[in-house]
């Protein structure tokens, strides 16, 4: 998300005056310290959030979730969507190992590090 699609919100919501565009640019996505703090107070003031661990007045908790359930589902892929996997797979393998490489100052010699199951 960045500051436009709260921008966007704002302007749906018709909150004055941060749904005037120029006032947003000037006030708030301006790139400055004193931006970013109105921008909290704004998100702080337009959103309720509420933890699974809050509770109410009489001790009960505020948000009352069912328990997390957890199912495998085993597919059989065609021949054909087994091979846009497996090569999906093979990229996403590469960039994530490039990534820990650049995050580990560029690796060992063998490219292999014992304590990351991914390279």
């Known amino acids: 998300n960045t500051l436009l699609d709260m921008y966007s919100l704002l302007k749906f919501l018709r909150c004055s005056p941060f749904d005037d565009f120029r006032l947003w640019k000037s006030q708030v996505d301006n790139g400055s310290k004193k931006g970013g703090e109105r921008l909290s107070i704004l ?18 908790p505020l948000v009352m ?38 995050q580990e100052g560029g690796g060992s010699q063998s490219g292999r590090s014992p304590d990351n199951p991914f390279s």
Not at 48 to 56: A, G, I, N, V, Y
Not at 76 to 101: P, T
């Open 43 to 60: 998100t702080k003031s337009l959103l309720l959030r509420r933890t699974k661990d809050q509770l109410d007045s009489t001790g009960q």
């Open 65 to 102: 979730l069912p328990q997390r359930k957890f199912q495998v589902h085993r597919l059989k892929l065609s021949e054909d969507e087994e091979n846009v996997y497996s090569v999906l797979l093979a990229r996403s393998r590469s960039a994530l190992r490039s990534y820990l490489r650049g």
